[in-house]
């Protein structure tokens, strides 16, 4: 079979923000606790976190990491988590069910960010949270001194401010799960003023606000439209989530996940679209809202019980092992996945490559022990997942210029309609006169074969290509055989239109 992808160098779809390779970390499961901070071990440093995390996160080199939530934050008050750690309280955490020892919190967030090279992206409570908290929140972390939660800062040890640029107006607001759900132009109307009060502090951030997510729910778009008729002179971005989940649909039809994300991404963008149109003649119709994709992942539910699929839509049967045993950072949601789920993630990777004109930020929801990438166990070793793989080389590699291509060739069928066999994004690297191939051949039985063109390019050769492969679908790496499904390199002797991608094969091809 064989796909043939059509490229110019005048057919630019937009460039790739630093902060699109980003992810997510929240007070659930043992994502902070035995993530992060693993206090008085010899594998930590002296303020509690992991060496091998931070090494880890820092090879990833990622633009933003949002914390503490999630559906954490929708009942989370910030003030629990800082000050002498002796004095803070524990408290019953409804989102999860579990107890919050708030040994862990925004400045040893803060702090823990800045030394593995991140900017933070805090998101404020406006759930049960008031808009004068979420504001004081903003001043605690950004004003310089001299009032009383600016020195409250730096008497709990840090002089400076934080300086925190991004920050995320609640959590999927529209759900029912959510503590202090409410309707949309409730949350429009709480939203805007939390806007208004938290950019009197400091007028610099940027703010997300809480766009829907779940495409069961009545209001799903309609929620989007309503609030962004009030927002859109407040903030910067518009947030949506999407998890692909494997749940007997067949291989074929998981694989193609990544037009299931392709659509859900064109459906917030038509709706950012429609509202832009209604704003003809204000003084901002030339602003541009952009897609914060802050959780984006393969989740297949591995310790949730559910009745019913379709309950997902009210989550009203969703129930976690650790429900109601109120426990100390459980290990819960720790999802382990094997190389079918990390083609299906380098899949998605390559479609939110393919929407940079929208997206400029996305975060992989999670980053430690909770549907994640990497995996810690209590006596000091580090797993990368599966998963890790194909989202450390979209981070590598996908940096530069999205070309839009012209797609022909061979189809399969899918439940998203009949796609091209080889799903693929192409990044151009001026400065390195580079191009970056992502493919994902979705054959399971045959290799298939890319052709490039490339106009306007010339005497392009692709040198490298990195891929990610194997007999066994459902092959994953363990703490034991750590190293089962890791990529493989090969150097290229051959031209641009006689590319080979293996059956179950992600891969990265570097030209110059
Ligand atoms: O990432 C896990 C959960 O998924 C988050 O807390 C929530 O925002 C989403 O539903």
């Known amino acids: 079979m064989n796909s043939t992808y059509t490229y110019d160098k005048n057919f630019q779809l937009g460039n790739i923000d630093n902060k699109v390779w980003s992810s997510f970390t929240e007070h659930l499961g043992r994502s902070i606790y035995g993530g992060i901070y693993d206090p008085n071990k010899s594998f930590s440093d002296n303020n509690g976190f992991r060496k091998d995390v931070k090494k880890a996160v ?60 991140v900017e933070p992206m805090i998101a404020v409570n406006l759930g049960t949270g008031s808009i004068r908290s979420a504001a004081e929140l903003v001043e605690y972390c950004n004003h310089d001194h001299g009032t009383y939660w600016s020195d409250l800062r730096i008497k709990n040890g840090h002089r400076q401010p934080y300086n925190v640029k991004y ?61 962004m008729k009030e927002l859109y002179p407040y903030v910067d971005y518009i947030s949506t989530h999407n998890y692909n989940m494997n749940s007997g649909q067949g291989t074929l039809n998981f694989l193609s996940s990544w037009k299931q994300l392709d659509n859900h991404l064109k459906n917030t963008e038509n709706a950012l679209d429609f509202v832009k149109s209604l704003r003809l003649g204000k003084k901002d119709d030339k602003k541009d809202i952009k897609i914060c994709l802050d959780e984006w992942n393969v989740w297949n539910f591995q310790d949730i019980k559910l009745d019913n699929l379709n309950d997902l839509a009210g989550m009203t049967t969703f129930e976690l092992t650790s429900a109601k045993k109120w426990e100390e950072h459980p290990a819960i949601l720790q999802e382990k996945y094997s190389l079918l789920d990390a083609l299906t993630v380098g899949g998605l990777g390559i479609t939110i490559l393919n929407n940079a004109n929208y997206i400029e930020i996305a975060c992989l929801a999670q980053l430690l022990n909770v549907i994640a990438p990497i995996t810690t166990d209590e006596s000091g070793h580090l797993l990368k997942q599966t998963i890790y793989y194909p989202f450390e080389l979209l981070s590598k590699y996908g940096r530069g210029t999205v070309l839009e291509p012209r797609v022909s060739g061979d189809t399969l069928s899918t439940d998203y309609g009949d796609l091209p066999v080889i799903a693929a994004a192409t990044v151009y690297d001026k400065e390195k006169s580079q191009l970056k191939i992502f493919a994902l051949n979705m054959d399971t039985s045959n290799t298939a074969n890319l052709r490039l063109n490339f106009n306007a390019f010339d005497g392009v050769t692709p040198k490298k290509q990195i891929i990610l492969t194997d007999d066994n679908l459902k092959a994953r790496n363990t703490f034991k055989e750590p190293n089962k499904v890791v990529p493989t390199e090969i150097n290229l002797n051959t031209t641009i239109d006689k590319l080979s991608l293996p059956k179950n094969s992600w891969s990265v091809i570097i030209c110059d």
């Open 58 to 117: 820092k090879d990833l080199n990622l633009g933003v990491i949002r914390y503490p939530g999630g559906n954490f934050v929708s009942n989370y008050n910030w003030k629990d988590g800082i000050g002498p750690k002796e004095n803070r309280k524990k408290t019953m955490e409804f989102a999860w069910s579990s107890i919050e020892t708030n040994q862990f919190g925004i400045d040893d967030f803060c702090r823990w960010a800045e030394e593995v090279g």
């Open 167 to 227: 920050w995320c107006l609640g959590n999927e607001m529209e759900g029912d799960w959510q503590a202090g759900h409410m309707s949309a132009q409730q949350y429009a109307d709480k939203a805007r003023e939390a806007a208004k009060m938290m950019k009197w502090v400091d007028k610099s951030i940027k703010l997300v606000a809480c766009g829907s997510s779940y495409e069961m729910l009545p209001t799903y778009l309609e929620w989007d439209k309503t609030i």
